[in-house]
Each structure stands twice: as C-alpha cells, then as structure tokens.
C-alpha cells in the first residue's frame, strides 16, 4: 500500500526517518490517523533493519483491523 502523496514528499518522510534513525539508534513516530502511509513508513523501517514503534491513532476500528 502506498501512501497518498506526491514522490518528493515521500522520499523526505524518508529522509527524516533515516535521519532520526541516525541520530538516535531507533524510530518511535505518532500518527493521527492510519493509512497507506503506516504501512508504507513501516515496510520502509523494516527494510532498512531499523527499529522502531509506530503508534497511530485511528477513530475507525475495521479501518485499523485492515491497515
């Protein structure tokens, strides 16, 4: 699942993941509202070994269930 957004805002949302990760030895990232993005952001996190804890909040229980 890929998220809603234009390249060039995908790959700085990477680039400041691989900066935080840099920085700090991990990921830890709060979300309001979960999507394409989560799933995306996390597969990405996963790809590069880097750890992490991704906590989105969602109103939608089937949505999140799904995401």
Do not use: C
Request: zero cysteines; charged letters at 20%.
């Amino acid at each position: 699942m890929k998220p809603l957004l234009w390249q060039s805002e995908i790959t700085y949302i990477e680039q400041l993941l691989l900066a935080s990760a840099a920085r700090s030895g991990r990921v830890d990232v709060l979300e309001w509202g979960s999507g394409g993005s989560t799933v995306y952001f996390t597969n990405f996190l996963r790809g590069h070994s880097i750890p992490y804890s991704w906590t989105s909040l969602e109103y939608n229980a089937r949505w999140a269930r799904d995401v």
